[in-house]
């Protein structure tokens, strides 16, 4: 099994016939997932060939999924076209969204997340500003690459994408079940801890790695889950000990105010609560490998 995605999963992009949609569009493609067209109202009705497959365009997500039975959209429309592009997608009632797209204005993030509560939150939205969901040997959606794990029993949730790839290269031997790049921004529409519960009701995650970074509470409140709610192993990491105070880091959200947002706050929440936290990346990979040995 694997959380959200699978090899079931049916996938349109939307902006498949821009520079961006096109490469990753062959990458997904040559991972093995079912991608079954695409979106691009100024070219619907076209058919986009792609690596030996003729993918179709659609004019909307809705005309694609009536089409093609899609579950699944990949968003890589410009920041300033994001918003329109998420609320469409909402109004289809599409399962999945996986949103791509860097430097959509927080208020745009914002207003579309408030769009697709008051819509029932039947959608539901990986970033943006993220490198979407990966689960190996069944389905990639996004950037993730595909070749650098295997499958296995580790479910994976990180704010950061290339430390949710440098995570999956170290334990690549050991293998995800499905790895989930939440994106940095200061508002994103899945969590740290709608990804644990999701693994804690995966029969086949054993265990979970949670990739966190400096900046508001989300690693606080997913401690405070985790010690209500998961009884599977969790092993940290938080980015930015050396960040400097007031100055962001890489990621919208990753910025220190204050006492508030700070690594160190946050390792102590997650150690409070029985989660191994590394100081690196790599001693984090080492703790779960032991980890997953004793188990």
Known sequence: ?????????????QGIT?????KHTR???????NVVGGTNPR????TVEVDGHSLPVFGTIAD????????????????????????????????????????????DST???????????KTRIIGPNCPGIASPGQSNAGIIP????????????????????????????IGFSTCVGIGGDPVIGTTHIDC???????????????????????EERAAAFIEANVTKPVVGYVAGFTAPEGKTMGHAGAIVSGSSGTAQAKKEALEKVGVQVGKTPSETARIMREVMASL
């Open 1 to 13: 099994m694997a959380i959200f995605l699978d090899r079931n999963s049916r996938v349109i992009v």
């Open 18 to 22: 821009g520079s961006e949609g096109s």
């Open 27 to 33: 990458r997904m493609l040559a991972a093995g997932t």
């Open 43 to 46: 070219k619907a009705g076209a």
């Open 64 to 107: 694609a999924m009536a089409s093609t039975g899609a579950n699944v959209v990949v968003s890589f429309v410009p920041p300033a076209g994001a918003k329109a592009g998420m609320i469409e997608a909402i109004d289809s009632g599409i399962e999945l969204a996986v949103v791509i797209t860097e430097g959509i204005p927080v208020h």
């Open 111 to 121: 207003s579309a997340w408030a769009y697709n509560v008051a819509a029932g939150g």
């Open 146 to 173: 595909a070749d650098i794990t295997k499958p296995g029993r580790i479910g994976l949730v990180s704010k950061s994408g290339t430390l949710t790839y440098q995570m999956m290269f170290e334990l690549r031997d």
């Open 196 to 218: 644990l519960e999701a693994f804690q009701n995966d029969p086949d995650t054993d265990a979970i790695v949670m990739i966190g970074e400096i900046g508001g509470d989300a």
